[in-house]
């Protein structure tokens, strides 16, 4: 099974360079399932309905979240309609939405897909990942209800990912880590199988901070005191992502490397699907 996971789209630069380019990517990598991160993707600050939508529109199977995934007041509405439309799992029992779900592949397969927000250095503190994953586990175990499990791990600290990842080791397919949006030269196959990545980087403008126009958080690091409000860059963006080969007898990785298109960084397309 071909699996893309594209890293947080930042604004409207990003979501729309993702809009344009999906398809295409679905179309020419022959991709079986696509996981989305949209949580900046409203202006950098959460996801309204409308993108959510138009992101589906444009082949995701799955859109992630995370610490964002509020900022826009209609998420709180709009997140139980939507299956495919995921927060963290480990919030409190009783918040709106999922945070995980089982979904058919292109290709037939059974995909978990499971959204988890880390507790290092990350507002709000949530319930424990790594009880919340065992959890999800527990209850879909791989290769017996599903034929891939895939984590996106939302959390700013490398070790809590690293230590996340090895966790689950052997019982997923693929655990990426978000929030960052920076991405990380890590990408290998643990030891028990699964794929992982500390940070599939964003989807926006890398002339920036962190997807955001630099000059104001330039200044509160120089200044200390806010001139005005952080805005979404809007120069050019671009796709970050990473791609995994799932093995359909084992559900465990059997590749995986980086995808990035567009400028500023070094353009990359995973040599086994050219």
Not at 14 to 37: E, Q, Y
Not at 98 to 123: E, Q, T
């Amino acid at each position: 099974m071909r699996l893309l996971f594209l890293g947080d789209m930042v604004g409207k630069t990003g979501r729309t360079a993702v809009w344009d380019r999906l398809p295409g990517l679905i179309s020419d990598l022959k991709l079986d399932f696509v996981i989305v991160n949209g949580e900046n993707a409203a202006g950098g600050f959460g996801i309204t309905e409308d993108i959510y939508l138009e992101t589906i529109n444009a082949g995701a199977d799955v859109v992630t979240t995370g610490n964002h995934v509020w900022d826009q007041k209609e998420a709180v509405s709009f997140a139980g309609r939507h299956d495919q439309f995921l927060r963290p799992a480990n919030y409190p029992a009783g918040t709106p939405g999922r945070g995980s779900g089982l979904f058919y592949a292109r290709n037939g397969a059974r995909v978990l897909a499971a959204n988890i927000m880390g507790r290092v250095f990350m507002h709000p503190e949530l319930d424990d990942p790594f009880k919340s994953a065992e959890a999800i586990l527990d209850a879909c175990p791989l290769k017996e209800q599903a034929d891939a499990i895939v984590f996106d791990f939302h959390a700013e600290a490398t070790s809590e990912k690293q230590c996340f990842g090895h966790f689950v080791d052997g019982r997923a397919s693929f655990v990426v880590g978000t929030h960052t949006h920076v991405p990380t030269a890590d990408h290998q196959i643990l030891n028990g199988g699964t794929a992982y990545m500390s940070d599939a980087g964003m989807c926006g403008d890398y002339d920036s901070s962190l997807g955001m126009e630099k000059e104001e958080p330039l200044n509160r690091f120089i200044s200390k005191m806010p001139k005005g409000r952080f805005e979404a860059a809007s120069g050019p963006a671009t796709i970050c992502g990473v791609g995994v080969e799932i093995s359909d007898s084992t559900g465990l990785a059997e590749k995986i490397a980086p995808l990035r298109i567009g400028p500023r960084l070094q353009e990359a397309i995973p040599e086994f699907w050219r």
